[in-house]
């Protein structure tokens, strides 16, 4: 399957800062990716479909304000999670498709604590 | 929208046993399900998926089934061992077969194989 990575895998920080995820499609191009995110012991919940050169598209209830999403090239969208709050803690995941474009695949994740 | 309901929440199977998890599905232009074995802090892997043009579809111990009409479709597990425990996620896509169409994922199943 396609390999998909992200960066950071963890993160702490302060609350009122900002934190930029990076998810990178290691083996094929991708105009479009998801971000999920994950709460412990539950399902994913699509946040937002990254674009390749336009705007991100954004799940009813996610703030598009607060969660900024780049999708700048092929192989590269960034997830920046503005003002943090404790509850925005969480496992955010992003996937990207492989070979088959029907085929999603996904990254490692990044476990995000807000202080 | 669609809609993806997964059942059992969680199973428990003696090592060797097979395990089944069934999931349905609302929209009958669906026409994709991957199924995907989540392990903890970890992201998904895609283990197996299945298009509406077929029934079955199998690789080695993992088998995946899907009935259209009554719009359901079951992973299959045989001869199950310690590494299959995991949660496991059903998901289904509808619309055209590219990769910038969303899934909808089930609430998962956690599955426990007992030695």
């Known amino acids: 399957g396609a390999v998909v990575s992200q960066h950071p895998s963890r993160v702490i920080c302060k609350s009122g800062t900002s934190v930029k995820i990076e998810c990178r499609s290691l083996?094929?191009?991708?105009?479009?990716m998801f971000w999920y995110r994950q709460f412990p012991k539950q399902s994913l919940m699509l946040m937002a479909t990254?674009?390749?050169?336009?705007?991100?598209?954004?799940e009813q209830g996610v703030e598009k304000d607060k969660f900024l999403i780049n999708h700048a090239s092929l192989t590269l969208s960034t997830l920046t999670v503005t003002s943090a709050h404790p509850e925005d803690s969480s496992f955010y995941i992003c996937?990207?498709?492989?070979?088959?474009?029907?085929?999603?695949?996904f990254g490692p994740g990044t476990r995000l604590t807000v202080t | 929208g669609e809609n993806v309901e997964q059942h059992p929440s969680t199973l428990s199977v003696q090592e060797g046993d097979s395990a089944v998890i069934k999931c349905t599905y609302s929209?009958?232009?669906?026409?994709?399900f991957p199924w995907y074995k989540q392990e903890l802090g970890k992201g998904p892997q895609l283990i197996i998926d299945?298009?509406?043009?077929?029934g079955e579809k199998k690789d080695q111990r993992i088998a995946v089934t899907l009935n259209k009409t009554a719009k359901h479709f079951s992973l299959h597990i045989t001869e199950t061992q310690p590494e299959d425990s995991a949660v496991y996620f059903c998901?289904?896509?509808?619309?055209?077969?590219?990769?910038?169409?969303?899934?909808?994922f089930g609430t998962g199943t956690r599955l426990t194989i007992i030695p």
């Open positions: 996937s990207a498709p492989g070979r088959h474009s029907y085929e999603q695949y």
């Open positions: 929209d009958s232009a669906s026409n994709y």
């Open positions: 083996d094929f191009q991708a105009t479009t």
């Open positions: 990254s674009n390749e050169g336009s705007k991100a598209t954004y």
């Open positions: 299945i298009r509406s043009n077929v």
């Open positions: 998901a289904a896509r509808g619309g055209a077969n590219f990769g910038n169409e969303k899934l909808t």
